[in-house]
């Protein structure tokens, strides 16, 4: 079965650093997602993309933050200068179409990656 | 900004139990998610429910999507050991939408042999 795959699986960096996370849709799907989880709370949505544009975000993602889709099957996040409350695990997910409805439409979240921001 | 109310936080159980927990908002929402994440795993997708009273299964999970739009429940029978895990609700405005989800804050489950 098709899945989202994310690497690295954790990050470690000092703060002010930049950072890129990866991660490879599945491969037929139009949109594409990132979500953060701090530890122990609940998953966030940051920014969604579709046709090599973002179509949404959050109060969260901030200029620091910069999504892109370098070729036809990555999409990276991007931190700018890292802070401390930056640490938590980044989600990317896909979505075939926007116009199917069930639950093979729905967004498929990879494993994720953790970061820790010291 | 929206929010998912979810509960209970955490349930322990005995393997066997039937399991209830549910979300609500607000806010209408027309379309309900729910995933399970296991630790150190992304979410699962497990049901989801597109229309205002419906009904959903998947094996031993079931859910419904609240005539209100605004609240919906999961339901497990029969609990099992792999069981365990954080279920997550997930609300989205739109139907047909490459929207955002909004997510409860969890519920975690752990279930005794």
């Known amino acids: 079965e098709p899945e989202v795959t994310q690497t690295p699986s954790h990050q470690v960096t000092q703060m002010g650093q930049e950072v890129i996370l990866r991660c490879v849709p599945i491969s037929n799907h139009l949109y594409f997602y990132w979500y953060r989880q701090i530890l122990g709370q609940k998953v966030e949505f940051l920014v969604s993309f579709y046709n090599n544009e973002i179509s949404e975000k959050s109060e969260i993602f901030d200029d620091q933050f910069s999504v892109e889709r370098p070729d036809g099957s990555n999409f990276t996040l991007k931190i700018r200068s890292t802070k401390l409350e930056d640490s938590a695990m980044y989600f990317c997910?896909?979505?075939?179409?926007?116009?199917?409805?069930?639950?093979?439409?729905?967004?498929?979240f990879g494993p994720g990656t953790r970061l820790t921001v010291t | 900004g929206q929010q998912l109310n979810q509960s209970p936080q955490s349930m322990f159980i005995q393997e066997g139990e039937d399991v209830s927990m549910n979300c609500t908002s607000s806010?209408?929402?027309?379309?309900w998610l729910w995933y399970k994440q296991d630790p150190g795993e992304g979410p699962v997708l497990l049901i989801a429910l597109y229309k205002a009273g419906e009904l959903t299964s998947n094996g031993r999970l079931t859910a419904q999507f609240g005539i209100t739009r605004k609240d919906s429940f999961l339901n497990i029978s029969a609990s099992i050991p792999s069981d365990v895990g954080i279920y997550f609700c997930?609300?989205?405005?739109?139907?047909?939408?490459?929207?955002?989800?909004?997510f409860g804050e969890g519920t975690q489950l752990t279930v005794n042999p």
């Open positions: 806010s209408i929402f027309n379309t």
């Open positions: 997930a609300g989205r405005k739109l139907v047909t939408s490459g929207s955002r989800l909004t």
């Open positions: 997910a896909s979505r075939d179409q926007a116009g199917g409805v069930g639950a093979s439409y729905e967004q498929y």
